[in-house]
């Protein structure tokens, strides 16, 4: 059982920089993706970026060139997925999820989200 905790977020300008980040805790995630999801007001969950399993970084064509994706591999049992998101807008708004998919199960496993608010 993986359990992932995001924190981080909140309310930013237009243009402006915020890093949210992903807490998980398993013994050994080196068999899973991780990655991000988001979901805006009135809108459906939207796939933002995975690392995979390789240290392969895939992105949305929404936020290609503005976020970026990263991962701590902590020597103890717990491991933190980061997202750096640059040059903000305010379609950006959403709710992030972080996600830990394996790849021998493919069961995935969700944070509770975290508000990201892009607002002047």
């Known amino acids: 059982q993986v359990q992932l905790v995001e924190s981080g977020g909140g309310l930013v300008q237009p243009g402006g920089s915020l890093s949210v980040s992903c807490a998980a805790s398993e013994g050994d995630l080196s068999e899973y993706d991780m990655g991000w999801y988001r979901q805006g007001p009135g809108q459906e969950r939207e796939w933002v970026a995975t690392l995979d399993v390789l240290g392969n970084t895939i992105y949305a064509a929404s936020v290609k060139g503005r976020f970026i994706i990263s991962r701590d591999n902590a020597r103890n049992t717990l491991h933190r997925l980061h997202l750096q998101m640059n040059r903000l807008k305010p379609e950006d708004t959403a709710v992030y999820f972080c996600?830990?998919?394996?790849?021998?199960?493919?069961?995935?496993?969700w944070g509770q989200g975290t508000q990201v608010t892009v607002s002047s």
């Open positions: 996600y830990a998919r394996s790849i021998i199960t493919t069961i995935h496993y």
